[in-house]
């Protein structure tokens, strides 16, 4: 079974810290997602990928797909940013492959 | 583009009681899914479809039903309520075709509450 594992379970920060979360799974994979799930409930995406990195303003994905692990960074983190993120992974690339196996998520604080 | 749409955004409901919570797009996408989300949890598929006229069980599946008789429109039925199945749930979709340009959409969630 593919599991994904995601650290910390909770973080609190400092309002302008560097903050990582970790991702790690146990299979192969397609794609890894990482979402955003905000105190409201909603969820969107943030990335999707599949090798190296991606930036999309203070937020930095990488993935490192021999060590099976995905890191998602934010620079200058600030109050907006807490929030949930989740890691989810896509293991297979046919049709019938295609669901994606979620992590619990990591529960980001940031403090003024 | 609305994106994706669910209704009811909460529901109170009896054990034994039936309902359908409602999930609809507007972005053509074949593939479409519904999620639970528990405290603790990561998110769980209940079922899938890929197309109209296709679905297929998830991982949790028991006591839901699904059906997609168009695409744009994709509801998910409790049959007889149980307080086990209160729950966050969130309907998603997205595009098939290559993995990495997949990107998910969701809908905003629906609060059931069995009592």
New interface residues.
């Given amino acids: 079974k593919n599991e994904v594992e995601q650290s910390p379970q909770n973080l609190t920060a400092q309002e302008g810290e560097f903050i990582t979360i970790n991702c790690s799974y146990s299979v192969g994979i397609s794609a890894l997602h990482w979402l955003q799930q905000h105190p409201g409930g909603g969820i969107v995406s943030l990335f999707m990928l599949s090798s190296g990195k991606k930036k999309h303003g203070r937020l930095i994905a990488t993935i490192n797909i021999q060590e099976k692990h995905s890191s998602l960074h934010i620079t200058a983190s600030h109050p907006r940013d807490s929030a949930v993120y989740i890691c989810a992974v896509r293991w297979g690339r046919l049709r019938s492959q295609g669901n994606l196996i979620f992590g619990k998520g990591t529960k980001l604080s940031v403090k003024p | 583009n609305a994106g994706v749409t669910q209704t009811p955004k909460f529901q109170v409901l009896k054990t034994g009681q039936s309902m359908t919570l409602q999930c609809a797009q507007d972005m053509n996408h074949e593939?479409m899914?519904w999620?639970r989300q528990d405290p603790?949890?990561?998110?769980?598929?209940i079922h899938?479809s890929?197309g109209a006229g296709i679905t297929?069980q998830?991982e949790v599946p028991n006591g839901y039903n699904v059906s997609r008789s168009t695409t744009e429109d994709f509801p998910l039925r409790l049959l007889s309520a149980a307080p086990s199945q209160t729950s966050?749930y969130?309907c998603a979709s997205r595009p098939?075709g290559l993995?990495?340009?997949?990107?998910?959409?969701?809908g905003?969630?629906t609060r059931l509450l069995v009592l």
């Fill in positions: 593939y899914s999620y603790g949890m990561g998110l769980r598929l899938y890929v297929d998830g966050v969130f098939l993995p990495i340009r997949e990107t998910q959409y969701f905003p969630g």
